[in-house]
């Protein structure tokens, strides 16, 4: 005999799932329906956003740089401060240690004087305001308590100073990861655009690159022009010993370089040292503003906000580096928008 029980219904939750799944599929295939066929980049495409992200990239760099050298710079200041502090403190303790033997000559010859009493106090600012005391003083007591006061006023100045430079330390260090972390992702972004190239299209790229670099380092013209002084003519040789050097990013040399860390160490090459970012290159000699009046060795600064420098070469060339993916090379000065030159 056929059973006509009723088959069992599902459950409550099961069908609020199922729902649910049923309902996201059917958004999923109406996305897919409308979604546009993304539009795979050309490679001169290609290159155009990738050379924007590394402009951008430097631009990052330039201030990291600056970042990492004032970090350097509070370091080196505070370092000195806690020193003097240091040194500050013995000497101090040395003075105390004179009034506390002068008590005790007063003690063994007939008890501590009042006034000599205070020379032990935490506070000698508030003795040597009371002139009465001051009267029952020698002079030679009231000069060693002077000289307590003067340490300890010098002392606290001291350490205030220490205090605001390791704030302002701590707040470099900030910018410092926030800038390293923004040129990672620039570089990181350009890097993406790059692998949707194929690697035949990668290859044509990569051989373009070192061609122009060949081409630009080894068949230039660099005329006749005279440098602008010795030390610009070492500077301006230490960097031709260095061409085809990579650029890296916050590099000075010996072996990669950054725009700015190519200039910095040339220059330190030939015994003068000079800033380390393009922007405080800039102000860091006379300004020349035509072209024309250019001499080898003179720094180069592009860009309006002045974030790469290189090295006049002569007839129309400037040596430097470039930028991510390329290497220490000369190029045409008009391929860059010129601001101006700075003769050292």
């Known amino acids: 005999m056929a059973s006509h029980r009723r088959p069992k219904q599902p459950s409550r939750t099961r ?76 000497e101090l303790n040395e003075l105390r240690d004179g009034l506390g033997s002068m008590a005790s000559a007063q003690y063994r010859t007939g008890g501590i004087d009042p006034s000599v009493a205070l020379f032990l106090s935490s506070d000698p600012d508030d003795f040597l305001d009371k002139a009465s005391a001051m ?71 990569d051989a373009k690159e070192k061609e122009r670099a060949t081409r630009a380092s080894e068949r230039v013209d660099l005329g006749t022009a005279k440098p602008a002084s010795g030390r610009a003519s070492s500077a301006f040789a230490a960097a031709q010993s260095v061409i085809g050097s990579p650029y890296v990013y916050g590099a000075s040399g010996p072996s990669s370089f950054d725009c700015s860390g190519l200039t910095s160490w040339a220059y330190a090459q030939a015994g003068q040292a000079i800033p380390r970012t ?16 250019l001499q080898v060795g003179d720094l180069v600064i592009f860009y309006s906000d002045q974030h790469h420098v290189g090295f006049y070469a002569g007839n129309g060339q400037v040596l430097h580096a470039p930028r991510t993916g390329t290497v220490v090379r000369y190029e045409a000065i008009g391929n860059m928008p010129f601001q101006f030159g700075v003769r050292i």
């Not at 996305?31 to 990052?60: C, I, M, R, T």
């Not at 002077?146 to 001291?158: F, P, S």
Request: charged share 35%; proline share 1%; glycine share 2%.
């Open 135 to 205: 009267d029952a003083l020698s002079a030679q007591q009231v000069e060693s308590l002077k000289k307590v006061q003067e340490k300890q006023r010098a002392l606290a100045q001291q350490r205030s100073e220490a205090s605001e430079k390791l704030e302002d330390l701590a707040d470099t260090r900030t910018e410092l990861a926030k800038k390293k972390k923004e040129v990672q992702d620039k570089l990181g972004d350009a890097q993406k655009i790059l692998n949707t190239l194929t690697a035949q299209e990668k290859a044509e790229l």
């Open 15 to 90: 069908v609020t799932v199922l729902t649910a799944a049923a309902a996201a599929a059917v958004a999923l295939s109406a996305n897919a329906a409308n979604a546009a066929p993304s539009e795979k980049l050309s490679k001169d495409e290609v290159k155009s956003k990738v050379d924007k992200l590394y402009d951008e990239a430097e631009q990052a760099t330039e201030k990291l740089n600056g970042a990492k050298e004032k970090q350097e710079k509070l370091q080196k200041e505070i370092s000195s401060l806690q020193d003097n502090v240091a040194r500050g403190q013995e």
């Open 278 to 293: 393009s922007q405080a290159q800039a102000n860091a000699g006379t300004r020349i503003y035509s072209q024309s009046d």
